[in-house]
């Protein structure tokens, strides 16, 4: 949320500037306004998502969640009706220049923050792989850049070479892979992160799913040749580790080019002097907010599966007729199936 917040205050004020827009009418309090709604509403997803047993025992969290997108609506109309009403003759193309601004810079950091944190729910092993994959690719680039770096990459930032480029993808494929290794091992790391409220906290407790359990893999004809051996033991979950690293070394890169080039484009040098020599906190997460959202879409492509937990709290907070309802179409399901045998009427 800090980090987040930061991010917006960086790029807002690189709008303020450049366009002299400090005597806007209520422009600075509008842009705030609109961060407090958005997050709002990311938030209150959040909590109705993984908090659905405790919202049902605090009758004021009900109403706030039932009636969460509507508020969130309402709170965003009042935020652009007082937009329209700032209005001022000789500023209208500058006001609404930084309108879009706002909300460009919105879905920079509010969005994709929202995603970081979908992540961290389904497991810390999807939030630190990704991260720390992020980081080893700018310093293995940059150390292969330095030392061995000739031909450049990139015209936005001529500092970038091919060596470097090509260097840190495969030194951060080796990391990930071996990454996912260790953290694979560790319950805290792979399960889910669920909120218990019966002891009224979040736990990391459950039996791993097959991602995180070690299987045999026969070896492709050449690699056993060459390392004669026939079978190597895994976990799935590296072999997804290299599709996160191939994107960390390959595409969250353009993440930075992008940054650069929206820094030139301005004549600046850093989005701010918040972190000394370094620049501001945009600059050191250009690349992992673009990397958060390839995770997330990852996830919900490729790995997600219904989960049961979200199933039952969902139906814990039913009418007791719908409850009866569920289970006696669940019932006649299974012993369709063969799974229940059906009742003897006697």
Known sequence: MLI???????????????????????????SWYFLLCVNYF????????????????????????????????????????MFVLSLVKKHYRLQFYMFAWTHVTLLITVTQSHLVIQNLFEGMIWFLVPISSVICNDITAYLFGFFF????????????????????????????????????????????VEYRSDVNSFVTECEPSELFRLQSYSLPPFLKAVLRWETVSLYPFQIHSIALSTFASLIGPFGGFFASGFKRAFKIKDFANTIPGHGGI?????????????????????????????????????????????????????????????????
């Open 149 to 192: 770096g000739r031909t450049p990459l990139i015209k936005l930032s001529p500092k970038k070479t091919w060596e470097g480029f090509i260097g840190g993808f495969f030194s951060t494929v080796v990391f990930g892979f071996t990454a996912a290794y260790v953290l694979s091992k560790y319950q805290y790391f792979v399960c889910p």
């Open 282 to 346: 945009m600059d050191r997460f250009d690349c992992q907010y673009l990397m958060a959202t390839f995770v997330h879409v990852y996830i919900t492509s490729f790995i997600r599966g219904p989960n049961p937990s979200k199933v039952l709290q969902q139906l814990l907070v039913l009418q007791p007729e719908q409850q009866l309802n569920i289970y006696k179409t669940l019932k006649t399901h299974l012993i369709e199936k063969g799974i229940l045998q059906p009742t003897l009427k006697v």
């Open 42 to 81: 990311f938030y209150g997803e959040t909590v109705a998502d993984y908090f659905a047993t405790f919202v049902q025992r605090e009758e004021q969290l009900q109403f706030l969640i039932r009636y969460h997108r509507f508020i969130s609506f309402a709170l965003y109309l009042a935020g652009f009706c």
């Open 4 to 30: 987040q917040v930061k991010c917006f205050h960086e790029i807002i004020t690189i709008g303020y500037r450049v366009y002299r827009s400090y005597d806007l009418p209520w422009f600075r309090t509008l």
